[in-house]
């Protein structure tokens, strides 16, 4: 087996691995913001089909939607996607539902009395929230998001079902190929490499908001 040709690989697929993990991150945060702000909406026109979304996205296996997306729009919706795009709406849309409880998990633990403080001091609801609320929200938030970051990096290898070249995809080629589970042990440490960086960037941020405490 070369292993040269191997790693050169699989640092391709880790490529598309983060292409994935940042693209889901991009569109899924202020995806997930916006369905909380539906989640905790007074009227049930927005309320009730949020909520119904957030029972579908966590309810269901990403796997199950990844398939979904690529291959029943086409006959559906008459919509072809591309293998990564596929990928990347499947994601987006599943971890904006986990946000989407997060966020809302954080918002709700704020004090009511902090927005009565606001408003007498003749805060508007936008300065409220910007000013008051978020910067808590955002320190409560760090924990329980750092665990989902790290689940979406292991999650990208779900991409294979729909033949998104990924690295676990390259993986599993490498292995069917020449039978040696050496390529797996050289995956797992790419993982954990990926999961070092993210575990030592919340880290890092837990430690810079204690401001707030």
Known sequence: MD???LINQMLEGSLQTLLLFFSTLLFSLPLGLLVAMGRMSKHKIINWPVRFYILVMRGTP???QLI???YALKPLFGIQLERMAAAQLAFALNYA???A???RGGMESIPKGQYEAAQVLGFTRRQTFFRIVLPQVVKR?????GNEFITLVKDTSLAQVINVVELFKVTNT??????IMTPFIIAA?????MNGVVTRCFTVAEKRLNYYR
């Open 68 to 70: 979904f997306i690529f």
């Open 189 to 193: 440490v790419f993982y954990l490499v």
């Open 141 to 145: 938030v760090i924990p329980p998001m």
């Open 174 to 179: 490498w292995v069917a190929s020449t039978g």
């Open 101 to 103: 409880e997060i966020y």
């Open 97 to 99: 539902a986990y946000f």
């Open 3 to 5: 292993y040269q040709v």
């Open 62 to 64: 990403l796997l199950l």
